[in-house]
């Protein structure tokens, strides 16, 4: 769940955990994108979220759209890559758009690389 929808097309998100592992730990394939009141979003999708209904509330407080991105196939990767291998990268407040070479990296760490521009952390 994203109160703002993300820049451009999205085909898959890498997946950063916060404190204390920091970490990049996988990435999923996107598999569409829906905008709607945040209503129709938890009538929809708050079943299979990872929030709590009160959780989504103080969330979405305040927006009137609010962005659902349904999760494709799940990548995890081995063990957790730490951002620095990747390059010069900062963890993301939100969303940070990664380039091919930072994406190119995680090819070391697994099997596939991903293939598409977007990183970042979701609060659901």
């Not at 829906?34 to 708050?46: D, Q």
């Not at 940070?96 to 977007?118: C, I, K, M, T, W």
Request: glycine share 10%; hydrophobic share 45%.
């Amino acid at each position: 769940m994203r109160r703002v929808a993300p820049a451009g097309d999205l085909d898959l998100v890498v997946l950063y955990a916060t404190a204390p592992q920091q970490s990049v730990v996988g990435w999923f394939e996107v598999a569409g994108i829906e905008m709607a009141a945040p209503s129709t979003l938890w009538r929809r999708y708050g079943s299979v979220s990872s929030l709590a209904r009160e959780e989504f509330d103080d969330y979405f407080v305040g927006c009137r759209r609010g962005v659902a991105i349904r999760v494709g196939a799940i990548h995890e990767l081995p063990s957790p890559v730490p951002l620095s291998v990747l390059g010069d990268l900062v963890p993301p407040q939100g969303f940070a758009y990664l380039g091919d070479d930072a994406l190119g990296q995680l090819s070391q760490f697994h099997n596939e690389a991903p293939r598409a521009v977007v990183s970042g952390a979701s609060a659901g």
